[in-house]
């Protein structure tokens, strides 16, 4: 069974649209991370939630809204995006936040907005 | 500021050997990070590294320095299934990690 899922893996809306993404992890971990990636760039931290606290906020638009209503589930809620936050969203977990411990991956949701 | 820096493209031959080399600049560390990500895939694990020295973990190994901020992956006996970008991450004193860019790696016949 994969680690981290994902819904939608695809999603295209416009700029007046509201959508949510959302993400499951099955490993019992404490922290869920969302990041953001776009060709040939870093990957760029969102946020951070550990133990259902969000524990980072990295100057991300309000646009942009995360809910984490448990350990094992992370939303990021969309509105009036713009045409440059198309990119690939990736949730990911880890067992804890603070020590050292792998991130395992959802396989992302491809985000178009037009 | 904090920063990653590895190339952006390698190729290599299948069957021989590639290193994919890393350097960081942090506030505080707390381990290097190696990830694959094959194209349309999620980054998976590959090593960690918070001591100097070499791990090695089949045909792929990780090194670091940290007086020098530098790490490598070194990828051995080549495979066509090794094509993807490497992704080089540091932890920073917030455990927060500090990602480069990725190196695409590109494996000819």
């Known amino acids: 069974e994969t680690g981290v899922t994902q819904t939608p893996r695809h999603l295209v809306m416009g700029m007046t649209n509201k959508k949510s993404l959302k993400c499951e992890q099955h490993l019992g971990h404490n922290a869920m991370y969302w990041y953001k990636q776009s060709a040939k760039k870093p990957l760029e931290l969102m946020f951070v939630?550990?133990?259902?606290?969000?524990?980072e906020n990295n100057s991300v638009p309000s646009r942009f809204s995360p809910e984490c209503p448990n350990s094992s589930h992370l939303f990021l809620h969309l509105h009036t995006l713009q045409p440059e936050d198309s990119a690939l969203y990736l949730c990911?977990?880890?067992?804890?936040?603070?020590?050292?411990?792998?991130?395992?991956f959802g396989p992302g949701t491809r985000l178009t907005v037009l | 500021g904090q920063n990653i820096d590895q190339p952006t493209e390698m190729t290599a031959t299948e069957g021989a050997i590639v290193q994919i080399n890393c350097t960081y600049q942090t506030s505080g560390f707390n381990g290097l990070f190696w990830y694959q990500q094959h194209a349309g895939e999620a980054p998976t694990f590959l090593s960690y590294?918070?001591l100097d020295g070499l791990e090695e973990k089949g045909r792929f190994s990780s090194f670091l320095s940290r007086s020098k901020g530098y790490s490598y992956l070194l990828l051995k006996e080549l495979q066509m299934k090794d094509s993807a970008s490497y992704l080089c991450a540091a932890s920073d004193s917030n455990y927060q990690l500090i990602w480069g860019a990725g190196t695409k790696l590109i494996i000819k016949p």
């Open positions: 990911a977990s880890s067992q804890d936040r603070e020590t050292y411990n792998e991130q395992f």
């Open positions: 590294n918070v």
């Open positions: 939630y550990s133990l259902e606290e969000r524990v």
